[in-house]
């Protein structure tokens, strides 16, 4: 088989964009973080005003048009950032300011049409891992591989808690915990493309594995497809 496409999805901080970029790099494929995407709509959406202490949902609908999305590799490290309108936003939209608003962004259908049709566009010739919520679901309903990744809250929000206090943001590991709850509880309710694990996914439970060990046995699955 030439060139196949990889779906990973899963609850938030199960290490999906991890492994997944890790995977693409393996396989000279490209990766593509769909979770930086929403989050980058819905910074767009807090520096607008149509999010916050009141929503305005109809009016950052009528200006979805104006919201400019990009993926550019950083030339010293390789790695593709989120440029949003020609700015680069690539450690703001991992804030918590951002975390607290985004699954409210992401359950807002014609927020999920116009990034769910870019993502299509970027996948469209293969070689490609995509991370996200509904990519083996809803982007790429035949991607050849599935993973849906989980782990306990515990551990995701340990991660997380990691992540955030490296990057020098003050967060308690209560808040934490409570938000990689609460954004699981809204993308698995809400009504359109609800988080869930597509049939012929492969789930994967990566509490207690090391980096190396998730690698090395999704790296075998990858092979035997292709
Ligand atoms: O992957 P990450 O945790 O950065 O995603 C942030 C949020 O974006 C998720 O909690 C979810 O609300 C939304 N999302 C989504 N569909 C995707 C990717 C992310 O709804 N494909």
């Known amino acids: 088989m030439g060139k196949i496409t990889i779906a990973v999805d899963g609850y938030s901080s199960t290490g999906k964009s991890t492994i997944a970029k890790r995977l693409a790099a393996a396989l000279g494929y490209i990766y593509v973080d769909t979770g930086a995407m929403y989050r980058a709509v819905t910074l767009y959406a807090l520096d607008n ?21 990009k993926f550019v590799p950083n030339t010293e490290t390789g790695r593709s950032e989120m440029y949003l309108n020609g700015k680069n936003v690539e450690e703001e939209i991992r804030t ?21 049709e870019m993502q299509q566009q970027m996948g469209k010739d293969k070689g490609i891992v995509m991370d996200g919520r509904d990519i083996g679901t809803v982007v790429f309903p035949d991607a050849e591989l ?35 709850q609460e954004r699981d509880r809204i993308d698995s309710t809400r009504s359109i493309s609800p988080l869930k694990k597509a049939k012929d996914a492969i789930e994967f439970d990566n509490s207690d594995m090391g980096l190396e060990e998730q690698f090395e046995r999704i790296h075998e699955f990858a092979k035997r497809v292709i």
């Open 49 to 69: 005003g149509f999010i916050g202490t009141q929503d305005d949902i109809s009016g950052l609908v009528k200006v979805l048009p104006k919201i400019k999305l």
């Open 96 to 116: 918590m300011k951002v975390s607290r608003q985004v699954s409210k962004v992401a359950a807002i259908g014609e927020v999920r049409t116009k990034l769910v």
């Open 146 to 180: 599935k993973l849906f990744m989980t782990a306990s809250p515990e551990i995701r929000a340990t991660r997380r808690y990691k992540e955030l206090l490296d990057k020098g943001e003050k967060v308690t590991f209560a808040e934490v915990l409570k938000n990689v």
